[in-house]
């Protein structure tokens, strides 16, 4: 898989909403949705059953644990979840949105469209759904249907950043740079210490073979956190691009000590920049 749809994120796991209503912050959600931020997942599904356990009838429980699992990749246990959910409450949209994601991560992108339009149906204004129906179209090759919807949400909301970050991966995948440049350029106006808006926008530089610039980016990305691995990678291989492959080594080793689930999708670059020095 080529680096360039690295940048073509889970952008379909955006339309779930973890935010419930009149749920007091140290609750056991809460601290589900803490462990969910920290990508520890166990802990996030045993904090939301726990929570279950104690409001059997929360509707937002059973979305969540399916949200956990869903991020976990177990798609047939989150879909019971959100089956549930659905089964609480025919009209809570969050749960049609999660469990479309599921089912189009399961390959099936006809339940996932229909779920996805259930739920913009019970909340048509819900632009994170919309940027999943932008994604899922356009992995069907259907680029202005994807096109579409992504400008239905910007109507919405002009400053809902997902919005550049997920149409601008898109024409990054296209080789539409400059269209690319312009959605990442507005990202990073809207959240300048982001450092995904660096790294992404250095991306883009790479391919348009503006390697300072793309230097300066991977540099800014990484104070802002040093501890993002695919930053790193990502460098890697603009410094195999010029040629500087110790430097292209350095920092993909650097990058999978941090990220190792990016291995196997870049490996092709390391074991190229390893030749090259000998």
Not at 62 to 71: H, K, S
Not at 190 to 195: F, G, I, R, T
Not at 225 to 241: H, K, M
């Amino acid at each position: 898989m080529s680096i360039k749809y690295l940048f073509i994120f889970l952008i379909f796991i955006l339309s779930i909403d973890l935010k419930a209503q009149d749920i007091p912050p140290d609750s056991l959600y809460a601290r589900g949705n803490r462990a969910l931020e920290l990508k520890d997942y166990n802990a996030a599904i045993n904090f939301y059953k726990e929570y279950i356990k104690a409001c059997p009838d929360s509707i937002y429980g059973y979305g969540a644990v399916g949200t956990a699992y869903l991020l976990n990749k177990d798609l047939n246990i989150a879909i019971s979840y959100f089956d549930t959910a659905i089964a609480k409450d025919s009209l809570y949209a969050r749960a049609y949105s999660g469990r479309g994601t599921a089912y189009l991560m399961k390959g099936d992108p006809d339940k996932a469209q229909e779920d996805y339009k259930k739920s913009l149906k019970l909340n048509p204004i819900d632009i994170s759904t919309m940027i999943s129906l932008a994604s899922l179209r356009a992995s069907l090759k259907d680029i202005d249907g994807a096109i579409d919807y992504f400008r239905q949400a910007e109507k919405i909301d002009v400053n809902y950043i997902d919005i550049y970050w997920n149409r601008g991966a898109l024409y990054l995948s296209m080789g539409r740079y400059y269209e690319a440049l312009e959605d990442v350029n507005r990202a990073i106006d809207l959240d300048s210490k982001n450092p995904k808006g660096y790294y992404f926008r250095g991306t883009i530089y790479k391919y348009m073979k503006k390697y300072d610039e793309a230097l300066k980016d991977y540099k800014e990305a990484l104070k802002l956190n040093p501890l993002e691995g695919e930053t790193y990678i990502r460098r890697g291989i603009l410094y195999l691009d010029i040629g500087d492959y110790k430097n292209a080594i350095k920092d993909m080793e650097e990058g999978y000590k941090l990220r190792p689930d990016l291995f196997e999708q870049t490996k092709s670059f390391y074991e190229e920049a390893k030749s090259k020095l000998k």
